[in-house]
C-alpha cells in the first residue's frame, strides 16, 4: 500500500536523514517507527505526505507514485498527527477537529456527529469541550484533540508521530488501547512512531527499527525480541528475553472468550471471521476454527514458556490458540496477551528503556 523504493533525503548541508530506504507498510497494517533521536523517523513520515521531497527514490500509494496525486487530495487522506502539538490557537476545538472535513465538503450533521463520537472516543465530554479554545485544555487533551484531527475525515492512511509522548502513563495507556481497537474496527493503514520500545512492541503488527537513516529491522514485534538481526538490535530491545521465561497460565485469557461448546458449534451462528477454539462436553479440547473452518491448533500446555509457545505461533498462522491443563481447555493465548503481559512485565519493574 505505501511503498518506498530507495528513498533517499539528503539536506543542502549534507546531511543523510533516509539513506535509500526500501519498506513497503501492508494495506490495514500498524506499524511502528522507532530508533534513536535523528534516525530519520520523522523525514520518513514526512516523505509520505509530501512535506519533505525526497532526493532520490520513489514512494508509491495503492501503485501509484506520489507525485502523480493532486497535493491536496493526498493531504485530505492522509491524517498526520504531528509530533508537537499543533492546534490552531485562535479556533475552538470543535474548529480545529473539522478543518479537513470542512474541505471535504461533509455536510454539517455529519460533521457534529462525528466530532461528537470522536471526543466521547478519547473521553473529553463534548458538551464541556468542543467549544474552548486548545488553551483551555492541558496539554494530554490537546495532544488528544491532535489524534482525533488526523482521524476526523475518515483517511485512508494515518502517520502518528509520537502522538502520546505528553502523555500521563495512564491515560498514555487508554489512548494506546484506543487506537489499537479502532485500528482492529476500521483496520486503516497507521504508521505510528514512538521513542518507547514497549508502545512499540505492543503496539505494531510489525516494527520498523532505524538507525541513522537506514533501516536495520522491520518485522513481527516478536521476531525483533527472538531473532534480532544485530547487536544493535539486540541492544534497544534491551533484556526483554526474561518476560519470555513466564510460564502461560499466567497470561492466557480465561474469559471463555474465545471459547465455544460443540454444541455451540454445531448449531452454526458463530463468527466466521474470528479465529476460536471449541470445546468437548468433558471440558477438553476438541478442535479449533479458522475462517469457518474446523482446523487441527497445536496445543499449548498452561506451564509452557512464553518463549516455548512462541514457537508454536511461529509455525502457524492462528492469532490464538488453546491452552490446556491435564487435557481440559482451561482458556486461549493470543499474540497480543503475550505482547501485553511484556510490556506489563517492563512497566512494573520500573525499567525504561531509552532511545
Ligand atoms: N532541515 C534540515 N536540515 C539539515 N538536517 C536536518 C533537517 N531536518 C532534519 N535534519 C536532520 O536529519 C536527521 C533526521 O531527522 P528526523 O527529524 O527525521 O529524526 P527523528 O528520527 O524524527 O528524531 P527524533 O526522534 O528526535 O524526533 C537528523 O540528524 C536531523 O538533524
Ligand atoms: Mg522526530
Known amino acids: 500500500m505505501i511503498t518506498f523504493k530507495n528513498v533517499t533525503k539528503k539536506y543542502p548541508d549534507g546531511t543523510e536523514a533516509v539513506k535509500s530506504i526500501n519498506l513497503s507498510v501492508k494495506d490495514g497494517e500498524l506499524l511502528t517507527l522507532i530508533g534513536p533521536s535523528g534516525c530519520g ?27 502523480e496525486y493532486n497535493i491536496h487530495e493526498l493531504r485530505w ?44 472516543m478519547v473521553g473529553l465530554d463534548p458538551e464541556v469541550h468542543r467549544k474552548r479554545k486548545p488553551s483551555e ?13 488526523a482521524l476526523a475525515a475518515d483517511p485512508d492512511i494515518i502517520l502518528m508521530d509520537e502522538p502520546f509522548s505528553a502523555l500521563d502513563p495512564i491515560s498514555r495507556e487508554q489512548l494506546q488501547k484506543d487506537i489499537l481497537s479502532l485500528h482492529k474496527e476500521i483496520r486503516k493503514t497507521i504508521v505510528f512512531v514512538t521513542h ?26 516478536q521476531n525483533l525480541i527472538l531473532h534480532p538481526a544485530n547487536s544493535f ?51 477438553n479440547f ?13 496445543v499449548i500446555e498452561h506451564g509452557n514458556t512464553l518463549a516455548e509457545a512462541m514457537s508454536f505461533f ?11 491443563r491435564n487435557n481440559e481447555l ?14 506489563k512485565h517492563r512497566r512494573t519493574k520500573g525499567e525504561v528503556i531509552q532511545s
Open 137 to 149: 485544555l492541558s496539554g494530554g487533551q490537546q495532544q488528544r484533540v491532535g489524534v482525533l484531527r
Open 41 to 67: 523517523k520523522t523525514t520518513t513520515m514526512k516523505i509520505i505526505n509530501r512535506l519533505i521531497e525526497p532526493t532520490d527514490g520513489e514512494v508509491f500509494i495503492h501503485n501509484k507514485n506520489i507525485q
Open 196 to 221: 518507547d520500545i514497549d508502545e512499540a512492541l505492543a503496539m505494531g503488527d510489525r516494527v520498523c527499527l532505524m538507525q541513522n537513516g537506514e533501516i536495520v529491522q522491520v518485522d513481527k514485534p
Open 233 to 283: 538490535v539486540e541492544d534497544f530491545i534491551g533484556g526483554r528475553k526474561s518476560p519470555w521465561q513466564t510460564a502461560v497460565d499466567v497470561i492466557i485469557d480465561q474469559t471463555q472468550q474465545h471459547v465455544y461448546s460443540l454444541q455451540e458449534f454445531e448449531a452454526g451462528a458463530l463468527p466466521v471471521d474470528e479465529t476460536y477454539t471449541v470445546k468437548k462436553s468433558n471440558g
Open 286 to 298: 476438541a478442535f479449533g476454527v479458522h475462517k469457518g473452518r474446523k482446523v487441527d491448533m497445536p
Open 77 to 120: 487522506n492522509i491524517g498526520y498527527v504531528l509530533q508537537e502539538i499543533a492546534l490552531f490557537p485562535h479556533m475552538s476545538i470543535e474548529e480545529n477537529i473539522s478543518v479537513v472535513p470542512e474541505m471535504k465538503k461533509w455536510n454539517k450533521k455529519d460533521l457534529t456527529n462525528r466530532i461528537d463520537e470522536l471526543m466521547t
Open 314 to 324: 511461529e509455525q502457524e498462522n492462528y492469532s490464538l490458540l488453546p491452552v490446556t
Open 330 to 343: 482451561i482458556g486461549t493465548l493470543s499474540y497480543k496477551d503475550m505482547v501485553l503481559h511484556l510490556k
